[in-house]
């Protein structure tokens, strides 16, 4: 039997800054069905879907569900509309209590004569959750005292409870335990048996071969195509995924023979790091004069590894030793022995926001200008480093609040130029940055390679890393789960083999 | 263990806990001073302004949780009781009611309002709201001058401290538990994103908790004034000095609220903190060691009750 | 017009800073602070500020009116600054009433040590300067007391004799008074301490007093001592004053007597307040400094035994000095190498409903001072000015307005 037209996508747009995160796609989703959504980090999956489900405004286009346009203002809005949507990080609010979790927003329908009837909230929370199997989470009893996994089914139950005509799982299972997973494929075939439509996200392939009925891809905003479940298999739909040209515009374009040079003097051994939850017995060494990739999905734990090698992993066990014997166990001992970090949460772990260029530059070098800092040399330090990398700037009194997302990046850089580091850990280096930056930032990598610099890069770009790197880790699940290098015949497939 | 463990889940641990710590704070000064501390009359006074500064804690409770400040307390406490003063002369016991809640929620209000419109953080808004408040006070004392009148004190001693306390108690609790207010404050204060998202109006809740901070401080004024007796106004921010005690409440509450009970956190903190003063005199101790001992007591209850996570940001 | 509300708030904003600026250059008038001598014989209006802890509580405001009345009748104009006696705010606020251009300024100051800002401050402004309710100790600041002597433009101190008044005090609460209110007849031995705020100068000397008097006492009594605890602080609330004589009470039911040393009136109405609520007016001496607008009431029905009070006209005194040296007066205007002027005032002790009435009648229904006596006290030698200070009493003020 044909299955009817449920919700339509025409022209959906979005942009943040420079960057175009969905491009004009249209899609369609029909009753009873399981769509899922996939496609590589930054293909515009999550932004496509939070339009849908009030989180983020729309740019441009229309979502014309059952017939009628909707541009919900918010998530409860949505709900409100039909529409419900289950994210990939923590969803519920501590403090509050699972029942006043499952009706934020909603608690109008309790309310009488401005009197909230708690015990009826707590009561049908609690009927609901038991209806879910899930009789064991007390409505009454604050959030916090249930661990993630169990937090996730309150969202899962207070998203699914009123039946809701679509239904988006942005990512949720790789949280989950089996148990999880399987309550939650327990509501996606329920509202697929109502005749409604989920619409699934997930990098797990076999996950997405189980439960789609069929499967859309983007790729760097763009609807790539739409397939039935029963025909593609999963290296197929990786292809699909991927498959762009690789422009070597801005790449290196050199394919040194690995198997004759002799790799450079280890510059930093990273041995059985593990960091509960995130990362689990990482080992590798990062040699001179090389550009040593570690590649993932966003959650592998790979912005993890940064962090343990400056020194600002918390918890973390295991050694990162330097070549001279030093143990890097805080940020001070990672800069003084010329380790540089760029964090991938730039504005808040990278750059004082709220602060000049100059400071930005100059701080980590201040300890080495002496007691008594010089306004004069201050400012010609920070001048002499802004300016090399050109930074497009009124002067380094500026606030760095006030540049754009590249030129913040140049700072970030300048800072670490302006100390001489000679090991470099860049993660996400070029997130968020137009093209013509991005080459600059290339090329300044290519020619810390050639003066014998360690550089690490960190990225969720697998273009990025096929282009730039020697050797590429591959990371799934906090373990390094493939060593790949650079040669002209490596792919994309390559590495999203290892990824997902 | 698995006791503790039930214990654990219990809605009432976060409030047997702090039993248990005013029990032992009770047995320390007890033991030291038998026959001076802590006989069942000697409680009730040490109670008795406790629950002054716990009906202040109550209101500070709603800004605080939402991670806001309001050190316009001190000077609202003033000017509120003033107000009491003045117009219980006019209209009475009414006068002495009304009056001071009334301008503790116009003052909220006011403070609500700045907070709204010039978005600049509340710290800043009510510490300049505050000097306002103070001259307002100067001004209101001309009128009313600074003693309240014999007739109107019975909110100073029991039963009238007691039942109006208990009814402040009893309305604090009902917003938090029964009210979209409650819920909201709450929310707010987890994530204000969330909240945003889930179509919580975050701008009139925020306005609406300040007006109930300083609504609860013109209560508190009815039992301040009718303890003391007196207010003179206070200028040049020494009204400061008067946000603090009810703000030792408020971190009780916050420290507790986790269990649930964030009043009656808020009450039984306020006791213990009544109760080592009480015990300090006892002990002929001098005030400086009385201040040192409480602000370690406090630190060491909020240490043991706050998830401190390792390198993570902390204001 | 429309107007974003960001730019509202930024117009908001330079408009109360320029209302701000202009009212400060309004208010710096004739512009005469910027002179080096500050002597006003030319004939334009003499300036004088007035730095205090508080202008509103009991004895600020009296402070301040009755210099404020002086002014009118003298044509002089005072500008007033509150500073809460925090000690980098009694420092401000002598460097904010030099720039606002006064040609002189009284001050009642926290700590000796802020002396010695405003002793430089007033030197390099060309500023007179007095003290009131306050004395810069030789003994415990022998630098700022050298600064103060070394100085053209430091006129002096009026202050009490706060050891003596503590001393009074101790001894009229340990008297047998068989006059007394019928409960409190006998002499206390067994005296409660309620202080203000911690370190505060004017307690330390009270303070000293009364472990004097103690002393004095058990000397001359040692089979029938006397005990003073140490102080506990009530701040300036009164609320915090109910409380700690409510703990006084709960800790020791034997006490007899309660000094509350001072802060402001508050504290000693929580106090008394709260004495009358435990049952306990009429069985325990209350004794304090700075009068109680009920002290009649309070004297009539046991609820106070004694205080002191009454010394508002210290500052009245200060300011009639620091007016002398801005009119030029040669008996008035420092040298170098003397402290300058001392006055020693007195206080006035009342412990009996006759006594209040007395004062009462002199000093609260009436001026003691009319605004004729006013203006012969501004014309006076030293001396004589002096004279007038210490023979200040009710029987002082009896004789000159009988």
Same mark, same amino acid.
């Not at chain 1, 022209?11 to 796609?25: L, Q, S, Y």
């Not at chain 1, 403090?95 to 979790?101: M, T």
């Not at chain 1, 335990?177 to 076999?206: A, N, P, T, W």
């Given at each position: 039997?044909?299955?009817?037209?449920?919700?339509?996508?025409?022209?959906?747009?979005?942009?943040? =800054?420079?960057?175009?995160?969905?491009?004009?796609?249209?899609?369609?989703?029909?009753?009873?069905?399981?769509?899922?959504?996939?496609?590589?980090?930054?293909?515009?999956?999550? @932004?496509?879907?939070?339009?849908?489900?009030?989180?983020?405004?729309?740019?441009?286009?229309?979502?014309?569900?059952?017939?009628?346009?909707?541009?919900?203002?918010?998530?409860?809005?949505?709900?409100?509309?039909?529409? !419900?949507?289950?994210?990939?990080?923590?969803?519920?609010?501590?403090?509050?209590?699972? !029942?006043?979790?499952?009706?934020?927003?909603?608690?109008?329908?309790?309310?009488?004569?401005?009197?909230?009837?708690?015990?009826?909230?707590?009561?049908?929370?609690?009927?609901?959750?038991?209806?879910?199997?899930?009789?064991?989470?007390?409505?009454?009893?604050?959030?916090?005292?249930?661990?993630? %996994?169990?937090?996730?089914? $309150?969202?899962? $139950?207070?998203?699914?409870?009123?039946?809701?005509?679509?239904?988006?799982?942005?990512?949720?299972? @790789?949280?989950?335990?089996?148990? =999880?997973?399987?309550?939650?494929?327990?509501?996606?075939?329920?509202?697929?048996?109502?005749?409604?439509?989920?619409?699934?996200?997930?990098?797990?392939?076999?996950?997405?071969?189980?439960?789609?009925?069929?499967?859309?891809?983007?790729?760097?905003?763009?609807?790539?195509?739409?397939?039935?479940?029963?025909?593609?298999?999963?290296?197929?739909?990786? @292809?699909?995924?991927?498959?762009?040209?690789?422009?070597?515009?801005?790449?290196?374009?050199?394919?040194?023979?690995?198997?004759?040079?002799?790799?450079?003097?280890?510059?930093?051994?990273?041995?059985?790091?593990?960091?509960?939850?995130?990362?689990?017995?990482?080992?590798?060494?990062?040699?001179?004069?090389?550009?040593?990739?570690?590649?993932?999905?966003? %959650?592998?734990?790979?912005?993890?590894?940064?962090? !343990?090698?400056?020194?600002?992993?918390?918890?973390?066990?295991?050694?990162?030793?330097? !070549?001279? =014997?030093?143990? $890097?166990?805080?940020?001070?001992?990672?800069?003084?022995?010329?380790?540089?970090?760029?964090?991938?949460?730039?504005?808040?772990?990278?750059?004082?926001?709220?602060?000049?260029?100059?400071?930005?530059?100059?701080?980590?070098?201040?300890?080495?200008?002496?007691?008594?800092?010089?306004?004069?040399?201050?400012?010609?330090?920070?001048?002499?480093?802004?300016?090399?990398?050109?930074?497009?700037?009124?002067?380094?009194?500026?606030?760095?609040?006030?540049?754009?997302? =590249?030129?913040?990046?140049?700072?970030?850089?300048?800072?670490?130029l302006g100390k001489q580091s000679d090991i470099l850990v860049l993660d996400s280096p070029t997130r968020g940055i137009d093209i013509k930056v991005k080459a600059a930032i290339y090329a300044l990598l290519e020619q810390m390679r050639k003066e014998n610099k360690a550089i690490l890069i960190i990225s969720e770009e697998i273009m990025e890393l096929l282009g730039m790197c020697d050797r590429i880790f591959v990371m799934k699940d906090g373990k390094i789960n493939g060593e790949l290098t650079r040669s002209p015949e490596l792919s994309e497939q390559d590495l999203i083999s290892k990824m997902v | 263990m698995e006791l503790i463990k039930r214990a654990r889940q219990s809605q009432w641990y976060g409030v047997g806990l702090l039993l248990i710590v005013t029990a032992l704070v009770w047995l320390v000064f007890k033991a030291m001073c038998p026959s001076t501390f802590g006989d069942p009359d000697q409680l009730l006074t040490y109670l008795q302004t406790g629950l002054i500064y716990a009906v202040g804690g109550c209101g500070l409770y709603f800004i605080v949780v939402m991670g806001l400040w309001d050190f316009s307390i001190g000077s609202v406490l003033v000017l509120s009781c003033l107000m009491a003063i003045g117009f219980s002369q006019s209209m009475g016991i009414l006068g002495l009611i009304v009056a001071p809640i009334l301008c503790g929620a116009l003052l909220g209000a006011a403070n609500g309002l700045a907070y709204i419109k010039l978005r600049i953080p509340s710290l800043i808004v009510t510490v300049g709201l505050s000097l306002i408040y103070e001259s307002l006070s100067v001004f209101t004392s001309g009128w009313s001058g600074t003693r309240l009148g014999d007739a109107y004190k019975m909110f100073g001693s029991y039963p009238w401290n007691l039942i109006l306390a208990v009814l402040a108690f009893a309305l604090c609790t009902f917003i938090l538990k029964y009210t979209k207010l409650g819920t909201y404050v709450n929310a707010i204060g987890a994530n204000e994103a969330t909240a945003k998202n889930m179509g919580v109006n975050v701008d009139k809740y925020k306005f609406l908790a300040f007006v109930l901070c300083s609504t609860f401080v013109g209560i508190m004024a009815i039992l301040y004034i009718g303890y003391g007796t007196a207010q003179t106004p206070m200028t040049g921010m020494l009204s400061q000095s008067l946000n603090f005690k009810p703000l030792m409440g408020t971190f009780f509450g916050l420290a507790f609220k986790k269990y649930g009970h964030p009043v009656a956190a808020i009450v039984i903190g306020e006791f213990i903190i009544s109760m080592m003063f009480a015990g300090f005199v006892a002990l002929g101790m001098p005030v400086t060691i009385n201040n040192v001992v409480t602000g370690a007591t406090l630190l060491a209850i909020i240490c043991i009750t706050t998830k401190r996570v390792k390198g993570a940001v902390v204001k | 017009m429309n107007i974003s509300r960001r730019n509202f708030v930024k117009y908001a904003g330079l408009m109360g800073g320029a209302a701000g600026m202009g009212s400060l250059v309004g208010c710096s008038g004739s512009g005469s602070g910027s002179s080096s001598d500050s002597s006003a014989s030319s004939g334009s209006k003499i300036k004088i500020g007035v730095s205090i802890w508080s202008s509103t509580d009991a004895l600020g405001k009296l402070s301040v009116d009755i210099i404020q009345k002086a002014a009118d009748i003298l044509g002089v104009e005072v500008t007033t600054v509150d500073q809460g006696h925090v000690s980098e705010q009694v420092t401000a606020s002598v460097e904010t009433l030099c720039a606002a251009g006064c040609n002189g300024i009284v001050i009642c100051n926290s700590a000796d040590s802020e002396m010695t800002s405003a002793i430089n401050t007033c030197n390099d402004n060309g500023v007179y300067l007095a003290q009131f309710y306050r004395m810069i100790s030789k003994d415990a600041s022998p630098d700022v007391y050298s600064l103060a002597e070394a100085s053209k433009y430091f006129v002096g101190s009026v202050h009490e004799d706060e050891v003596g008044n503590g001393e009074k005090l101790i001894e009229l609460l340990t008297a047998d008074n068989a006059d007394a209110y019928k409960g409190l007849t006998k002499g206390a031995r067994n005296i409660k301490l309620e202080a203000w705020t911690v370190g505060d100068a004017t307690f330390q000397l009270r303070w000293k007093g009364y472990q004097s008097g103690v002393s004095t006492w058990n000397s001359a009594n040692p089979s029938d001592p006397v005990t003073l605890s140490d102080p506990v602080y009530a701040n300036t609330s009164s609320s915090e004053g109910t409380n700690v004589t409510q703990q006084f009470y709960n800790t020791d039911p034997k006490m007899d007597a309660l000094i509350v040393a001072g802060g402001g009136g508050d504290p000693l109405v929580g106090s008394v307040g709260q004495l009358a609520n435990m049952g306990l007016t009429g069985t325990i001496r209350v004794a304090s400094t700075d009068f109680l607008d009920d002290l009649k009431d309070q004297l009539q029905t046991g609820g106070m035994y004694c205080e002191s009070g009454g010394h508002f006209c210290d500052p009245l005194y200060s300011f009639l000095m620091v007016y002398a040296a801005c009119k030029g007066n040669s008996d008035f205007m420092p040298s170098a190498g003397s402290y300058g002027k001392e006055i020693l005032f007195p206080y006035v002790y009342v412990s009996s409903v006759s006594e209040y009435e007395d004062y009462e009648k002199y000093f609260v229904d009436e001026a003691p001072y009319t605004d004729d006596e006013i203006s012969k006290l501004a014309a006076m030698s030293f001396d004589d000015l002096d004279k007038s200070a210490t023979s200040l009493s009710i029987e002082d003020v009896k004789t000159r307005h009988a």
């Open positions: 039997m044909e299955q009817k037209l449920l919700l339509h996508a025409e022209k959906i747009d979005k942009r943040f =800054g420079p960057t175009h995160a969905v491009n004009e796609v249209s899609l369609d989703f029909l009753e009873g069905e399981v769509h899922a959504l996939i496609g590589e980090n930054g293909s515009g999956k999550s @932004t496509f879907t939070n339009m849908l489900t009030g989180i983020l405004p729309i740019g441009s286009g229309t979502f014309t569900l059952m017939g009628h346009d909707v541009a919900p203002k918010n998530q409860v809005d949505a709900n409100h509309q039909g529409i !419900a949507i289950v994210v990939q990080e923590t969803g519920t609010l501590g403090g509050l209590s699972v !029942a006043d979790n499952m009706f934020l927003g909603d608690e109008d329908q309790f309310i009488r004569r401005g009197i909230k009837d708690t015990a009826a909230m707590n009561r049908k929370a609690q009927e609901l959750l038991d209806a879910y199997d899930l009789g064991y989470i007390k409505a009454t009893s604050i959030i916090d005292n249930y661990d993630f %996994e169990d937090r996730k089914l $309150v969202e899962i $139950v207070k998203s699914t409870w009123f039946d809701p005509a679509v239904l988006v799982i942005d990512e949720t299972t @790789t949280a989950l335990s089996q148990k =999880g997973r399987d309550k939650l494929f327990e509501v996606m075939d329920h509202v697929r048996e109502l005749g409604h439509c989920v619409i699934f996200i997930s990098h797990d392939m076999g996950e997405v071969l189980k439960m789609a009925d069929r499967i859309s891809i983007l790729r760097d905003g763009d609807f790539v195509t739409t397939v039935n479940r029963e025909d593609v298999d999963e290296d197929q739909l990786k @292809t699909l995924m991927v498959g762009r040209q690789m422009d070597d515009h801005y790449y290196r374009t050199d394919y040194p023979d690995y198997a004759r040079e002799q790799p450079g003097e280890t510059a930093v051994s990273v041995r059985g790091v593990t960091v509960p939850g995130m990362i689990d017995d990482v080992s590798f060494d990062l040699h001179r004069g090389e550009i040593l990739g570690i590649g993932g999905l966003s %959650e592998c734990g790979m912005h993890e590894v940064g962090k !343990a090698i400056f020194g600002a992993s918390y918890d973390r066990t295991g050694e990162v030793v330097l !070549a001279d =014997g030093t143990k $890097v166990k805080d940020i001070n001992t990672a800069i003084d022995h010329s380790i540089a970090y760029a964090s991938k949460d730039r504005d808040n772990e990278s750059l004082l926001i709220n602060d000049t260029i100059e400071d930005n530059i100059a701080l980590p070098s201040m300890r080495d200008m002496g007691r008594v800092l010089s306004d004069k040399k201050l400012r010609e330090f920070s001048d002499k480093y802004a300016v090399l990398m050109s930074t497009k700037m009124v002067s380094v009194n500026q606030y760095v609040s006030a540049l754009s997302g =590249g030129n913040k990046q140049k700072v970030v850089l300048a800072r670490w | - | -």
